[in-house]
């Protein structure tokens, strides 16, 4: 149990009765003992780590030395880079783990490792960012945060704020986003040392978390926050502009075409009414039996005058 135990988890779990029902018949099928016996094993605790130790050798693991772990963290803050979610990490150092053939650590120094990484991975995110973190920059993206003291409203909720039609107002609030964010140079940051995916993430954060949970953090953790958000707002409400206008303008073709159909309907009506005045008046200049001095009041009679 513990060589199928290492060979696919990784690590050999330290009460092997805890493996399933159907792996435990599986395995002692094939051994020719009985199930049961498996409860009557590792009682000496010498006779668990040999067998663990020849389990090792035999598929080529190792346990985990201090550089080991060093290289790890070093990797899962690559990783935390691309993913902050824990339990991926966890589960990349895992597979890293048994990619390299190092016996699993147990969970609670995997988590530190995790949780490490993670502080690590924001502290160098803030690295990436120096050059963008001016003293300015700072005090510029603290004030987003303030509150107006006539609307109460921060700059940052006023950002966030989606355009709800293509209305001329909806257009002219969305374009004075983007000139405000085009004033503040928002469009020359260069963001390329970080993963997208890593920006992507930041942006989410800074579209979602409430102004307070922003307010509370270190500045290590709410600025590279509040740097993705405009970055992304910026992309974002130029998109919007651009839908914004092709609503608009498929809005005045619609309106255009139902007019243009309107008076072509009209046109055809009034055409449809001249042909008809014409064949009455035809008529009459065709019939011989009404004499020409009557031709004038019989014409008058079948098609009135004000037509």
């Known amino acids: 149990m513990q060589l199928c135990a290492l060979r696919y988890l990784g690590f050999a779990p330290d009460d092997l009765q805890t493996a399933p029902r159907e792996a435990v018949v599986y395995v002692a099928r094939q051994l020719g003992i009985p199930p049961e016996a498996l409860a009557t094993y590792g009682r000496r605790i010498p006779t668990r780590t040999t067998h663990l130790q020849q389990v090792q050798a035999y598929l080529g693991f190792r346990k985990a030395l201090p550089l080991d772990l060093y290289a790890l963290t070093m990797w899962l803050v690559e990783r935390a880079l691309e993913h902050d979610k824990p ?12 990619r390299e053939r190092i016996v699993r650590p147990g969970l609670t120094r995997l988590e530190r490792l995790v949780a490490t990484a993670r502080q690590q991975a924001h502290e160098e995110t803030f690295r990436r960012l120096g050059a963008l973190l001016t003293v300015e920059r700072h005090t510029w993206l603290d004030s987003l945060l303030r509150p107006d003291p006539e609307t109460g409203h921060t700059m940052l909720q006023w950002l966030r704020q989606d355009a ?7 257009m002219v609030e969305t374009l004075k986003k983007l000139a405000f964010l085009l004033k503040a140079g928002v469009d020359t940051w260069a963001l390329e040392g970080l993963n997208p995916n890593r920006v992507k993430w930041l942006a989410q954060l800074g579209w979602k978390a409430p102004t307070q949970q922003l307010q509370r953090m270190e500045p290590m953790r709410r600025d ?3 740097v993705a958000f405009l970055y992304q707002a910026l992309l974002h409400h130029t998109d919007v502009v651009i839908e914004l206008s092709d609503q608009c303008l498929w809005a005045y073709h619609g309106a255009a075409q139902q007019e243009l159909k309107e008076w072509r309907a009209a046109l055809a009506r009034s055409t449809n009414d001249k042909l008809r005045i014409l064949r009455a008046v035809g008529q009459v200049l065709l019939d011989a039996t009404i004499d020409d001095a009557a031709v004038r009041a019989v014409s008058f009679a079948r098609v009135p005058e004000a037509v």
């Open 164 to 170: 709800t039609s293509h209305a001329a107002s909806q």
């Open 87 to 98: 339990t991926l990490l966890l589960q990349l150092a895992c597979d890293e783990f048994h």
């Open 224 to 226: 590279p926050i509040l």
